[in-house]
């Protein structure tokens, strides 16, 4: 198996994003986006069998992988990470391009299709259809959280031994098997005194003061006009219940939704089983 080049991609002078890219130069291009707190090693098993038919872009969105983290004082908004794919787009020349994202990656591959639909070729979209939306019933605290959490960071910088023992944390914290967790857990470190700690900004995982109602998404999700794929775990991730998953994907004109036995990486899980679903959405 042929390793991936990595490449940087520079946006302003205070930040660049990191690409780890599968595939030749002149194929079409396919742009992926990772998860909360997963970087590109997530496509370590997907991309080289994608690669035979797609230059395969792996992206670290900011504060993850070895992507920049954000200025001190600038916290993360969902909104940012859109304009910054679409920027990063532009910076890797994808006037046209396949877009494919997993969780996080995929509600913002979603909304980066609803804003810039001249560019996008096809939508791959794996455990998401739009970001994580607000009733109303936790606004109110979830506002008042986000405000008393500490300014400077989030959860304070553990140090493992080893990197087995940051694979030990990963898999106790997301139930992702070793195997699965290594090379999302081997990118994700750097080395510090008396071992290794975790690349992404801590500041990732403090709370959002505020999320999009469920009427904006829709709204926007309803501005998706490429032909669109949705894989969702079976049984259902208790945040992206069925009927919600549904409702959504009701909005969009061309859409094929399945539904795959297994946890919420799909792509790691069953990689050649998923790799098989993107080609069979392929126009004849």
Not at 76 to 101: E, F, M
Not at 263 to 275: D, S
């Amino acid at each position: 198996m042929t390793a991936p080049i990595e490449q940087r991609v520079t946006l302003s002078h205070h930040l660049s994003l990191t690409a780890l890219i599968w595939g030749e130069p002149d194929s079409p291009p396919l742009l992926a986006l990772h998860g909360w707190l997963d970087n590109a090693g997530s496509y370590d098993f997907l991309a080289p069998l994608l690669a035979r038919h797609w230059r395969v872009i792996a992206l670290e969105l900011p504060g993850h992988g070895h992507s920049n983290h954000l200025p001190a004082g600038i916290n993360y908004h969902y909104l940012d990470y859109v304009s910054a794919v679409i920027a990063a787009a532009g910076a890797l020349q994808l006037a046209r391009y396949t877009l494919l994202g997993h969780s996080l990656g995929a509600g913002i591959a979603s909304l980066v299709a609803a804003a810039t639909p001249q560019s996008i070729e096809r939508l791959y979209l794996i455990e998401g259809l739009g970001p994580l939306g607000d009733d109303g019933s936790h606004t109110l605290q979830r506002f008042r959280d986000a405000v008393a959490a500490p300014a400077a960071s989030g959860k304070s910088l553990r140090v493992f031994q080893d990197i087995e023992q940051a694979i030990s944390a990963r898999t106790l914290a997301s139930g992702l098997r070793a195997d699965l967790a290594r090379p999302i857990v081997e990118r994700g470190l750097a080395q510090a005194d008396g071992g290794y700690r975790w690349r992404s900004d801590p500041r990732l995982t403090r709370p959002s003061a505020a999320r999009l109602a469920e009427s904006q998404i829709r709204a926007l999700l309803a501005g998706i006009e490429a032909p669109t794929a949705l894989l969702l775990s079976n049984p259902a991730t208790p945040y992206l219940p069925s009927a919600m998953m549904q409702e959504r994907a009701a909005l969009l004109p061309r859409i094929a939704v399945a539904h795959m036995d297994g946890g919420h990486h799909l792509h790691l899980e069953h990689p050649q089983a998923v790799a098989s679903w993107l080609l069979a959405e392929q126009p004849a």
